[in-house]
């Protein structure tokens, strides 16, 4: 009984702490204080370490010697390989999905993409409530393109991708945003231009309308633009913010987990 209540006491902060490294409440580069995390999420000092030590294999908190945890940082070369991986891995993934998807497959895309169009984007309501509306209907969007394929070991694969990529960019929709508010405005209307295009339901109509029509190339290049974007967002992001601005993010946004 005692092993399967501690079990379970690990999971619930495994979860807890993934979902908030993952939303970028912990953002990335913030110290992770057991103490802290103990207040704040209510878990013992043995389940904590247990579920940070998971985090770490994972890649999503990093262990520093006589220093404690962290959140994993941000940074253009990762950016850069999760690019390259993703295309290895997802490429293949849509193009068996168009070849292979029926009309249950067309009208989980349509109703995706639907859902999808209703959201609004960082840059018009950056509120934590509608970034994480986009954010997940963005993700089931691209999941509804993939649900036609049959590989599971490439949809594990591009699972793990996609949680990485999501901490990008979530952190690439505050970054701006948090120069502006310590008075560096240089480079804030370039990024937020950036991010309202990576964001906009267009690519993800053309995008839609060419897995429709069965268009292979089409949908393999406009897939390719697409991964780009977000790379596109960082490079006007990190020369004014860095893991400076992640740090302090972290502290401000994770309240007392961080402090």
Not at 1 to 14: G, L, N, V
Not at 59 to 73: D, E, K, P, Q, Y
Not at 91 to 107: A, M, R, T, V
Request: one cysteine or more; hydrophobic letters at 40%; proline letters at 3%.
């Amino acid at each position: 009984m005692q092993d399967d209540e501690h079990s379970t006491k690990t999971e619930a902060a495994y979860r807890l702490l993934r979902r908030d490294i993952l939303t970028t409440r912990l953002m990335p580069g913030a110290p992770l204080k057991l103490s802290a995390l103990r207040t704040a999420y209510g878990v013992g000092w043995t389940p904590l370490r247990e579920a940070l030590s998971r985090l770490e294999a994972e890649r999503l908190v990093t262990a520093i010697s006589n220093r404690g945890f962290t959140v994993a940082s941000v940074s253009r070369q990762e950016l850069e390989d999760l690019a390259r991986a993703r295309m290895v891995v997802e490429l293949p993934l849509l193009l068996e999905s168009i070849e292979k998807g029926g009309s249950d497959w067309e009208e989980a895309v349509v109703t995706a993409h639907y859902r999808l169009s209703r959201c609004k984007t960082a840059v018009e309501d950056p509120s934590d409530s509608s970034v994480d509306d986009w954010d997940e209907k963005h993700e089931a969007f691209h999941s509804a393109l993939l649900s036609a394929a049959t590989s599971n070991w490439l949809l594990r694969f591009r699972s793990t991708i996609s949680d990485q990529l999501r901490r990008h960019h979530r952190f690439l929709g505050l970054a701006p945003t948090l120069r502006a508010a310590e008075g560096q405005k240089q480079g804030y209307e370039e990024a937020m231009a950036a991010l309202g295009e990576a964001q906009s339901i267009g690519p993800h109509t053309s995008l839609m309308e060419a897995a429709l029509d069965r268009d292979l190339d089409k949908a393999k290049a406009l897939m390719i633009d697409h991964i780009g974007y977000t790379l596109h967002v960082y490079v006007h992001t990190e020369d004014y913010s860095g893991n400076k601005h992640a740090a302090r993010a972290g502290s401000l946004r994770s309240k007392s987990a961080a402090e």
